[in-house]
Each structure stands twice: as C-alpha cells, then as structure tokens.
C-alpha cells in the first residue's frame, strides 16, 4: 500500500496548513490512519489519528487547533492545521494500517514527508 503526501509548506505564526494524503494499492480496509511529525533533533511523534470507525486521539500539543477528515470511501484523510506555532515546525509524515490482499495479510506504510515551517 502507497500513501502519497501533498501540502505542507511555509506560513507565518496563526496561519493555517491543510495535508492530505491518499492510500492506494490492494487495500481491503484501513484501520488507522494518521499523522506524524518529526522536528530536528527530536523523535517522531504522533500528531493525530482515526479509526475506520471515525474515532480519532490528537496528540495534547494540537488539540483543538489541529483537524483530522477521512474518506473511508477514497482511503483519505486530511490534517486542517491551524492557529499554526513556530513548535510545529517538522517534516510531516501519512501513516496507515490495515489489510491487504490477497492473500490477506496486514501493512503498515508511511508516506514521504513534507515540510511545514512556522514563522514567528
């Protein structure tokens, strides 16, 4: 299964972003989709995820600022981030689990990263 990133980029503090990524390949279903993120120096982090069924965690830094959708139908799911802070500043990156097949078996794949940048 690919997942293939678009958006990021460079906006001022307060400003908004929109990723979006999109799943293809055999898929059978999508369990979790999501967003990490990972600045320099630091490890990746989980930004926010959702189920299949819609339930969705946020990481404490984002909540209520950042947005998850997802299109079980399209096998996508958009990050709407705003009131963006400087300390978000991080290569972004998709990551999906789930079924594929045949023959079934499980997958866990992640998309290429795309920066965004804060300024102050």
């Known amino acids: 299964v690919q997942l293939q990133a678009s958006g990021g980029g460079l906006v001022q503090a307060g400003g908004s972003l929109r990723l979006s990524c999109a799943a293809s390949?055999?898929?059978?279903?999508?369990?979790?989709m999501g967003w990490y993120r990972q600045a320099p120096g630091k490890q990746r982090e989980l930004v926010a995820a959702?189920?299949?069924?819609?339930?969705?965690n946020y990481a404490d830094a984002v909540k209520g600022r950042f947005a998850l959708n997802r299109d079980n139908a399209k096998n996508t799911v958009d990050l709407q981030m705003n009131s963006l802070k400087p300390e978000d500043t991080a290569v972004y990156y998709c990551n999906a689990e789930g079924l594929q097949g045949p023959p079934l078996q499980s997958f866990r794949s992640w998309g290429q990263g795309t920066q965004v940048t804060v300024s102050s």
């Open positions: 959702i189920t299949e069924s819609g339930s969705s």
């Open positions: 390949g055999t898929i059978v279903i999508i369990n979790d």
